[in-house]
């Protein structure tokens, strides 16, 4: 009877344990990145401030779609960015009243629109999270049929963000981000490489700010599957602000994308009598 008693109390001990680590920040959070980098597919959507931002959609090794606000003109810019070519088009709403594709040469790195950048360079939610520190549980909730726990960190989130470039343009074997040219008064052209150092020092003022007043990101993780659903950045104001900015993205269809290459006529097709 004692034995019984003794291996039922350490077997508690042990799941309780067991649960106390699953729900650790640090471990929940380095597992989450972890699985959202081995997955096939899923779609990301963004919004600022409880609006519309673009969406995208990615299929491993290196397939993705993207969705860009068209800004004044209304609708949206759809691209599908490959390693070959980048197609794009211009529909009054996603798969609704779109012009023909377009194709032209690829970015060096995937981007929501061509000449775009900012949030749509793929992969900057999990950066944030990956440099979030002060990491705490915060709570939890159920939603998309998952059992969700929500953890909040600190952040420069202007620091993540150039880190998130950096990497992406290093996995296609790039340490440089364009050139800077000048003309000289004989009329020379001199060009020079723009480092990542120039982007810090560029963005040096902003960098401080926030490291003096760091922004906040919340995540919800799914508790069994360790899979991050949904991110939320809030950006204090700067000065001369008197608002703090929100960008929230939800990730889901995970395994679920296919993306397929889109067909271009270099004449409008004859319709079929």
Not at 247 to 252: C, E, F, G, L, M
Not at 257 to 273: A, C, L, N, W
């Amino acid at each position: 009877m004692r034995l019984a008693f003794a291996t039922a109390l350490v077997l508690a001990l042990m799941a309780a344990c067991s649960r106390g680590t699953a729900a650790d920040p640090q471990d929940l959070v380095r597992q989450s990145l972890a699985n959202m980098i081995q997955l096939r597919s899923y779609r990301l959507e963004m919004e600022l401030n409880g609006q519309f931002a673009g969406a995208m959609e990615f299929m491993a090794p290196g397939r993705y779609r993207f969705l860009t606000p068209a800004g004044g003109q209304g609708g949206v810019v759809e691209t599908v960015w490959t390693v070959e070519f980048q197609y794009f088009r211009r529909c009054q709403a996603e798969g609704q009243g779109c012009e023909p594709w377009q194709k032209g040469l690829p970015t060096t790195i995937p981007m929501g629109a061509p000449g775009s950048m900012s949030i749509y360079v793929p992969g900057w939610p999990l950066t944030l999270l990956e440099l979030a520190h002060e990491l705490q549980t915060t709570g939890q909730e159920v939603a998309q049929g998952q059992e969700q726990v929500q953890v909040e960190g600190r952040l420069n989130h202007i620091r993540a963000f150039l880190e998130n470039l950096r990497r992406a343009y290093a996995q296609v074997g790039r340490d440089t981000f364009g050139e800077e040219c000048t003309e000289g008064e004989d009329g020379t052209r001199h060009c020079r490489p723009i480092t990542f150092q120039d982007l810090l020092d560029r963005q040096k003022e902003a960098l401080d700010y926030y490291e003096a007043h760091p922004a906040t990101v919340r995540a919800w993780i799914g508790r069994e599957d360790e899979r991050l659903y949904r991110l939320e950045l809030e950006v204090p104001p700067s000065p001369g602000e008197s608002r703090p900015a929100t960008v929230t993205a939800r990730y889901t269809q995970f395994q679920g994308v296919e993306i397929d290459i889109p067909i271009v006529f270099s004449t409008p097709p004859v319709p079929t009598p």
